[in-house]
């Protein structure tokens, strides 16, 4: 396979041809935006907007916390438990200029899946959201956690909205269950903090900045280490496209100072690498939407902005496009609209491009790869149902089963070579080596190049499920079904959504007659995240083996795709 592809150019094969400067660690980019941008906006939540000066400002006086009132030490990990709000990226620059790693985790975990990570990436510290304290007060014993910051909704939000929030949540939403944990409340530690300096901390460019948790290839989440030099890599991958100008020449998005839309969550790392490093990067001014689920609230969040670019994923533009107020927002200085995580529909993108008047820009990546690896082209050249052409720095191939390169055309298994690949995952060599071989990356999706360097998804070599740009693991959910006093056996495969892409699909053998459909759905609930919990139950008299007693997915796959049941 050749490798001319570097995102649609010939001849700008490395990232030193598109941006010489290379800074040591992420750090040096923060500190720099916050030098530059200084007034500018920088981060807007619930409400309230943060400067670049002010985020400065507070999160060097919790860098200043983590050194000089706990026993933090550069390296440690601390686990970041919160939805799109200001106090997550106060939390985020102050951890990693007090040289931590940070171990972003789902706000919507069970307390079964928090233990797993907290335990598997060995977590010091966790600032968490105060209505999650209750999962955090049942988690705590059996984890090495030493350090709890708690915030709440209302954090940064200044008075009375703080207390309206903060009210609106324990008493109308009713969200705060009781709880007692030896916390240090958010506002506490920015006191605490801003009279003393911090050292800055000397990271390189290969340490490790992120355990970003993911299923990989199988069902057991494992922590992607994601060093410094990865994310620098992708910052500069993503200002490559800085200058892009549209097909009548002109800049999609200005080269400082847009506003950016995103709903998508910030501890996600297509929206962690999007938001808090490239466009913060870049002095633009990020539109956090703490709860895309609520679309009504989302648009009226909207009409506050003349927004200049919008990210999300398939999912949520088919929300908005449904919702009947969406079509009287402004679009006139909408320019830029990013898909990732999740395919793209065709109908979903021609209905936005009719809505806004602006084209969706699909993109591809993975956890593993920090997570861009390619993108259309953003100047009206980019193909609909492709998924784009390389990252600058980016080579790409496909084998085929016994991992011999195919040409172009040939479908195989879509393989990664760049500097956003990340080291391995986190304490598991052999299924680091499972997916590394010779600097190359295994994706597990099945792709097509064409000779012009476009490439399409075809087919996914994993039984992972693709639920709202989330990764779901059949192991997982069957693992969970299966603890049920009253299964017998049960396999989980994925069906086709036209709202989420897949959504889950268990079928199950009782071991007792009276088993019903809501027990098993109670039973998900306590267990699983909301996006994991099958939205399909179907009870079998028995399931399809292989010789050796495998579950066969695929005659389950096959048997849904005949008759839908």
């Known amino acids: 396979m050749k490798k001319e592809f570097w995102n649609g150019k010939r001849g700008a094969n490395t990232l030193d041809d598109l941006h010489p400067e290379t800074p040591q660690n992420v750090v040096e980019i923060i500190e720099a935006a916050f030098r530059e941008y200084t007034e500018q906006n920088a981060f807007t939540a619930l409400g309230a907007t943060i400067s670049f000066t002010e985020l400065d400002r507070k999160s060097a006086a919790f860098a200043s916390y983590f050194q000089h009132h706990t026993d933090l030490q550069p390296g440690d990990r601390i686990a970041i438990q919160m939805p799109n709000v200001l106090p997550y990226v106060v939390v985020l620059f102050g951890a990693l200029r007090a040289g931590l790693i940070i171990v972003n985790t789902n706000p919507l975990y069970t307390a079964r899946e928090m ?41 940064m939000l200044g008075f009375p909205k703080k207390q309206l929030i903060n009210t609106a949540v324990k008493y109308v939403k009713k969200q705060l269950k009781p709880y007692s944990l030896p916390a240090v409340k958010f506002n506490a530690c920015l006191r605490l903090g801003k009279g003393q300096a911090f ?23 494992k922590g992607a280490m994601i060093l410094h030099k990865n994310l ?36 996600h790392i297509y929206a962690f690498s999007v938001h808090c490093m490239g466009s913060f990067s870049a002095g633009h001014h990020s539109v956090l939407i703490t709860d895309p689920r609520d679309p009504g609230m989302f648009i009226r969040a909207l009409k506050r902005w003349q927004f200049t670019s919008f990210t999300g994923i398939n999912t949520l533009f088919l929300g908005l496009l449904d919702h009947p107020k969406f079509k009287q927002l402004d679009f006139s200085q909408l320019r830029l609209t990013v898909s990732g995580g999740a395919a793209l529909g065709k109908d979903t993108a021609k209905r936005w491009q009719e809505v806004t008047g602006c084209a969706i820009t699909e993109g591809y990546g993975l956890t593993e790869a920090s997570p861009t690896v390619c993108s259309n082209p953003v100047d009206g050249t980019g193909r609909l149902g492709a998924i784009g052409v390389p990252l600058a720095g980016t080579a790409l191939k496909v084998v085929d089963e016994q991992g011999a390169e195919l040409g172009f055309g040939e479908p195989g298994e879509l393989c990664v070579q760049g500097p956003q690949v990340m080291k391995g995952y986190w304490k598991r060599p052999e299924d680091t080596a499972s997916v590394l071989t010779d600097g190359w990356l295994k994706t597990g999706d099945i792709a097509e190049i064409a000779e012009d360097g476009f490439v399409s998804i075809v087919d996914r070599k994993k039984d992972m499920i693709l639920v709202s740009g989330f990764n779901v693991f059949p192991n997982e959910i069957e693992e969970v079904v299966s603890s049920h006093p009253k299964v017998e056996g049960c396999a989980c495969i994925g069906v086709l959504s036209d709202k989420s892409g897949e959504v889950p699909k268990v079928f199950i053998v009782k071991s007792d007659p009276s088993l019903t459909e809501d027990e ?16 399909m139950i179907s009870f079998v008299q028995e399931l399809p083996m292989s010789a050796v007693g495998k579950v066969l997915r695929k005659e389950l796959r096959n048997l849904q795709a005949q008759t839908g049941a």
């Open 520 to 535: 098993i759905k109670s039973h998900c609930r306590e267990n699983l995240t909301g996006y994991k919990q099958p939205r």
């Open 232 to 267: 620098i890599a992708q910052y500069r991958q993503v200002r490559s496209a800085e200058t892009a100008t549209d097909a009548r020449g002109e800049l999609l998005v200005p080269l400082t100072g847009a506003t950016m839309i995103c709903p998508l969550p910030l501890y």
């Open 115 to 155: 233990k797993h990570q907290f335990n598997d990436a060995g977590v010091r510290a966790l600032v968490y959201m105060n209505i999650y304290g209750h999962l955090v007060e049942k988690v705590l014993p059996d984890t090495g956690i030493d350090h709890l910051v708690e915030c709440s909704l209302g954090d």
């Open 199 to 221: 050292t800055p901390v000397n990271r390189g460019p290969d340490d490790i900045a992120l355990l970003q948790y993911t299923g990989g290839t199988t069902g057991v989440a």
